[in-house]
């Protein structure tokens, strides 16, 4: 599958404690995003990294943090853990660094209890 | 502020009944719009966008900057149109998009 893959699919886990989620954009693809979709706020884009290099920040929590890597995956680490951050986080690619097609990932479903 | 707005969300019609999915933005730039779907155990992925001015699917969005709105329309809804949609919003400069908060059209036989 050459399109963008996330893993874990699921994920519980207790407050307070710490999680990292792992996106691989897809073949070609230098730009990478994520987006947070929760039932009341929807989906939220929280930061977007490009070749490496933070690109733009949008809603994200200050215990929220990202990266690229060389090979241009991104993990997104999500710490001191509240139940409102329950939701289906999702990561998105695309060619560059200002496009609107973008390709989503399946999501991460996170379940803080 | 940029914002996306779709006022439904659940729209509900027969086969065969038009449909029209509204969304409104606020920007303060020249907008680029898209409307983005997600199919029942699919990904979300991108309809059509407002510069192409091409119809997918059968759907036609047209943006009305007078109105600030970019409604998503289609003549004859089928069933397999079944799923949600997002109205979005690029930020030009920095090149993320602002969703709207969906609406779930439901296409009844």
């Known amino acids: 599958d050459s399109g963008v893959t996330q893993t874990p699919k699921h994920l519980i886990t207790a407050t307070g404690q710490r999680v990292t989620l792992r996106c691989s954009p897809r073949?070609?693809?230098?730009?990478v995003y994520w987006y947070q979709q929760s039932l009341d706020q929807g989906l939220q884009f929280l930061i977007q990294?490009?070749?490496?290099?933070?690109?733009a920040k949008g809603n994200i929590l200050e215990r929220f943090s990202a990266q690229q890597f060389p090979d241009l995956h991104s993990e997104l680490n999500l710490s001191s853990l509240e139940l409102g951050d329950s939701a289906l986080y999702f990561c998105?690619?695309?060619?560059?660094?200002?496009?609107?097609?973008?390709?989503f990932g399946p999501g991460t479903r996170l379940t803080v209890t | 502020a940029q914002r996306v707005t779709q006022p439904e969300k659940l729209l509900s019609v027969f086969k065969g009944a038009p449909v029209e999915l509204k969304c409104n933005y606020s920007y303060s730039g020249s907008p680029e719009l898209f409307w983005y779907v997600q199919y029942s155990r699919q990904r979300l992925q991108l309809l059509l966008r407002h510069i192409s001015r091409e119809s997918i699917k059968g759907f036609t969005a047209d943006l009305n900057k007078g109105e600030t709105s970019f409604h998503l329309k289609k003549p004859f809804a089928q069933e397999e149109d079944s799923a949600m949609y997002y109205c979005?919003?690029?930020?030009?400069?920095?090149?993320?998009?602002?969703f709207g908060k969906g609406t779930k059209l439901s296409v009844k036989p």
């Open positions: 979005a919003l690029l930020v030009g400069s920095q090149g993320n998009l602002i």
């Open positions: 073949s070609g693809d230098l730009s």
């Open positions: 990294y490009y070749n490496g290099e933070e690109r």
């Open positions: 998105a690619s695309s060619a560059t660094f200002n496009s609107y097609e973008q390709y």
